[in-house]
């Protein structure tokens, strides 16, 4: 910016120099002088900007990446668990079945689940910055009371079981909605077992 001025200021003395017969113009010399100035000082704000949307959308892509790694990292750690991962806005949605992470009509986490909630548990520690939703389902077999009463319990039970692991409550939102968001037919066997349940989101 001081190059610049330097030079406008520069052409404008040799402008006045110039020509000992030509009446100078001061006052006229001046206001193109600060035009001219104000004219490279907005060019000078349109590069940065510029730079600045550049240098923002690079770092959107090296998150995005992020994300996809950590998401592909993720998918591999559940292979063979039954566990569904895909990839949602801001994150990642996991659906863990009911029937084998907890016991019959219960809210006792199995075994087996907890080698499942534990990668979940290590990617939350390993990004301080991400928040878990946890939402228990069941089928709508049986009184609706007790569906809904149920799946709070089973979203409370993994929510405690990653809290146990270190984090914190304030990161962990717990929603048990009972049989009023099916993903399949209630009316199969099969359908009503996809339906029991827990769905994790987590959220960068």
């Known amino acids: 910016m001081k190059k610049i001025l330097l030079g406008l200021l520069i052409v404008a003395a040799l402008s006045a120099c110039s020509s000992s017969e030509e009446k100078v113009d001061i006052p006229t010399?001046?206001?193109?002088?600060?035009?001219?100035?104000?004219m490279n000082a907005a060019t000078l704000t349109d590069v940065k900007s510029g730079n600045e949307e550049?240098?923002?959308?690079?770092?959107?892509?090296?998150?995005?990446?992020?994300?996809?790694?950590?998401?592909?990292k993720m998918v591999k750690a559940f292979e063979g668990t039954g566990v569904t991962v895909t990839a949602v806005d801001n994150g990642?949605?996991?659906?863990?079945?009911?029937?084998?992470?907890?016991?019959?009509?219960?809210a006792v986490l199995n075994e087996s689940i907890k080698t499942i909630l534990d990668p979940i548990a290590?990617?939350?520690?390993?990004?301080?910055?991400?928040?878990?939703?946890?939402?228990?389902h069941t089928d709508s077999s049986g009184p609706?009371?007790?569906?809904?009463?149920?799946?709070?319990?089973?979203?409370?039970?993994?929510s405690t079981y990653l809290m146990d692991k270190g984090i914190d409550s304030s990161r962990i939102e717990s929603i048990g909605v009972g049989s009023?968001?099916?993903?399949?037919?209630?009316?199969?066997?099969?359908?009503?077992?996809?339906?029991?349940?827990?769905?994790?989101?987590?959220?960068?």
């Open 54 to 72: 550049i240098r923002a959308q690079l770092e959107e892509g090296q998150q995005k990446a992020a994300v996809m790694a950590e998401h592909m």
């Open 180 to 204: 009023s968001e099916p993903t399949d037919d209630n009316d199969t066997r099969d359908g009503r077992t996809a339906n029991r349940r827990v769905d994790i989101t987590i959220t960068y």
């Open 29 to 38: 010399q001046v206001q193109t002088l600060n035009e001219s100035v104000e």
């Open 122 to 136: 290590e990617t939350l520690m390993t990004y301080p910055g991400t928040d878990a939703v946890i939402k228990g």
């Open 92 to 106: 990642l949605h996991l659906t863990l079945p009911g029937d084998t992470a907890f016991q019959s009509s219960k």
């Open 144 to 158: 609706e009371e007790f569906n809904q009463k149920l799946s709070e319990d089973r979203a409370m039970a993994v």
